[in-house]
């Protein structure tokens, strides 16, 4: 007769990755659960991404943010764009991001950190965990600022209501955000959850979040006239004008239930409603620029427009300890209803200007057209297993099969649907060799967003039709000490690709495939000094037959051949709470251009931080200060191909954290 785990080790078992942990005694931990548990921050105090994270794929704890990938890019694509996120590991159809005030933190799944997702993604996995009120009453206030301006006050607290039956937490910011384009905007948000366990075996976590941002200056992208990348573009400085502000507000709310059914299953639920308004938006461009700075400045503004979209996931998992073996079959229902409305938009040609030239004119008057709407419903049914067998390994497979429907309203047109019913499915080993070597594997197949058309496209903001997308990686993890963990790993990933023909529409070119090389160290080099360390070695590459006509370049705009990621956390002997930090971070030549004539340059950035965590008024307390682009590095960004910005400079910021 099988042994069934209890209710605690069910839930951790099921809420954690299979990789960290696979010699490791079936019965006696679940896979890690030790290392992600002790690694967690207590209260903002204790927040160190460094110390935190457990590779080098990309961590966000608070207001730090380390890694090689983010949730806009993880392996060359974007994994939000593709609507690869999930809360606490179930299904979330995300149209506005959720704030630090109610995400405690955020994981990217790739690779080795997505073995044991039952229902792995091909692009990724952006990973939100929420914070969840506990047992203990705690409050937390951070004040800060940098040295562009911008100011920041936060503040989170958790109340026991009930013991630990009933819980709640809540949380506020309020700040002002000044940019390297010389823009500026402000910002508040507000949090709410509850936790209710009346018993051992069930709990329910409701949750609300909202987000506002608003006098949110819109500066130009720049758009170069032939195969050259902009003039040089002082920051710091914007010319107006004034009145086309951006505001918008978001807003996230659900709740998440887990219940120990008895018999070994556990259920898990989570329902979740995402949206965002843009009350006033406005694209800045200019156009033509030449090397001597001559442009034509064009103002497209938008009648209000937004997104909503309810989602989420219904989950039951039996777990069956049988000795050395432990088996996980998980049954998943999830699904989404998506709702758009945009489009109306006003052009207004400005004429022709130079880059250094203000803007004056007056606020015109705005006469929008009649919007187009759109509605994205998709519904997914999957059965996955996992076999975990000590010392020997584990295999998980999974099998989906989801109904995709969408439904185009544009004016003046016949309504337009779509529909795809595919089969979906993923296939995951490792296998030890030895006490301290992993060799694993993986295999997905999956039905992904491609996002949606850029503001400096002719049909700007249309959705685009979802694709199917695969991704295999094969690699290994070797402890070279118990805390010190290095990851390689080999894949590739294919999907259609998406961008600029020459009519300038945002739409299908061909394919594009990524394959590289992931490379991973992090740990505890000795006492003191923590490391997180990572490398991509990637071959980017589109095929079709814009390719083989010489329209379209091989390697895809925005994908980079190599990025490098350093960061040390060094924990001073002479003083103790002080620490020091450093990242440097390398990114190779970056195409820009569909054809391939531009490339956004190879660049390298430093940053160096300290961190003094000490008592104030008797309560923990922790001062960091940092400098971002240590050495003044000029440089532009990508936004979109043959658009481009500037980055930020050399640039000081600070806060202080004390925890109640």
């Known amino acids: 007769m099988p042994n069934l785990l209890g209710p605690a080790v069910l839930l951790a078992a099921v809420m954690t990755p299979a990789w960290a942990q696979t010699t490791a005694p079936v019965s006696d931990q679940p896979p890690g659960s030790s290392k992600a548990g002790s690694r967690e921050a207590q209260g903002r105090t204790d927040e160190n991404a460094v110390r935190q994270a457990e590779d080098a794929f990309g961590t966000s704890v608070g207001r730090e943010t380390i890694g090689l990938y983010n949730a806009s890019s993880v392996r060359g694509f974007s994994p939000i764009a593709a609507g690869n996120a999930r809360i606490d590991g179930l299904y979330f159809d995300q149209a506005w991001g959720l704030s630090a005030r109610i ?375 070797y402890a070279l000490t118990p805390a010190i963990k290095l990851v390689a790993t080999l894949f590739e990933l294919r999907k259609p690709y998406f961008n600029f023909d020459a009519s300038n529409r945002y739409a299908q070119l061909g394919e594009v495939e990524n394959r590289g090389l992931e490379l991973s160290l992090a740990g505890a080099l000795t006492p003191r000094l923590n490391l997180v360390a990572g490398a991509v070695l990637s071959r980017p590459r589109a095929t079709g037959e814009g390719v083989r006509l010489g329209r379209v370049g091989e390697r895809p705009v925005g994908m980079s051949r190599r990025s490098v990621e350093l960061n040390l956390d060094w924990r001073t002997p002479w003083l103790d709470g002080l620490s020091l930090d450093m990242s440097a971070s390398h990114s190779g030549a970056v195409t820009a251009t569909v054809d391939n004539r531009v490339a956004l340059p190879a660049r390298t950035l430093a940053s160096l931080s300290g961190r003094y965590r000490f008592t104030l008024m008797e309560r923990p307390a922790s001062l960091r200060v940092a400098v971002s682009n240590l050495f003044d590095t000029y440089g532009l960004e990508l936004r979109g191909a043959g658009a481009y910005d500037v980055i930020a400079g050399r640039l000081a910021s600070a806060y202080l954290s004390v925890d109640f």
């Open 103 to 477: 995400r405690r933190s955020t994981t990217i799944r790739v690779g080795i950190s997505a073995q044991g997702y039952p229902f792995p993604a091909p692009t990724g996995i952006v990973d939100y965990s929420l914070r969840k009120p506990g047992e203990q009453a705690k409050a937390a206030l951070l004040v800060g600022g940098d040295s562009y301006g911008a100011a920041y006050l936060e503040t989170d607290a958790e109340l026991p209501l009930a013991g630990r039956v009933l819980g709640l937490g809540f949380g506020a910011a309020t700040g002002s955000n000044e940019y390297p384009n010389g823009t500026d905007s402000r910002y508040r948000n507000a949090a709410l959850s509850l936790r209710w366990r009346p018993s051992a075996a069930f709990e329910i976590v409701p949750f609300w979040n909202r987000m506002e941002t608003y006098d949110d200056e819109k500066a130009p992208s720049y758009l170069p006239a032939g195969p050259v990348l902009p003039p040089r573009i002082e920051r710091r400085r914007f010319l107006g004008p004034d009145w086309a502000d951006y505001r918008s507000t978001g807003m996230n709310y659900g709740l998440l239930a887990n219940a120990e059914a008895g018999g070994g299953w556990l259920l898990r639920a989570g329902v979740f409603r995402s949206q965002y308004e843009d009350h006033r938006a406005f694209t800045h461009l200019l156009t033509g620029l030449t090397p001597d700075g001559r442009a034509n400045r064009l103002l497209i503004a938008d009648p209000p427009s937004g997104t909503a979209s309810t989602s989420g996931e219904l989950r039951a998992t039996r777990l069956i300890a049988e000795g050395p073996r432990l088996h996980s079959l998980h049954l998943s229902l999830r699904g989404r209803d998506r709702r758009r409305h945009y489009d109306g938009s006003q052009l207004f040609d400005l004429g022709p200007t130079t880059v250094d030239a203000p803007v004056v004119l007056p606020e015109p008057a705005y006469r929008f057209g009649p919007q187009t709407h759109d509605r994205t419903r998709q519904h997914t049914a999957g059965v996955a297993y996992e076999g975990r067998w000590r010392g020997v390994g584990e295999i998980g497979f999974g099998l989906q099969k989801t109904d995709y429907s969408k439904e185009l309203h544009k004016p003046g047109l016949a309504p337009a649907t779509a529909q795809d019913k595919p089969w979906l499915y993923n296939a995951t080993a490792a296998v030890p060799l030895g006490e301290n070597l992993v060799v694993f594997g993986s295999f997905t197949r999956g039905l992904e967003e491609s996002g949606v058309a850029p503001s400096n496209a002719v049909n700007r903001n249309e959705l685009l039709p979802a694709i199917r997308t695969t991704q295999g990686d094969l690699g290994l993890r």
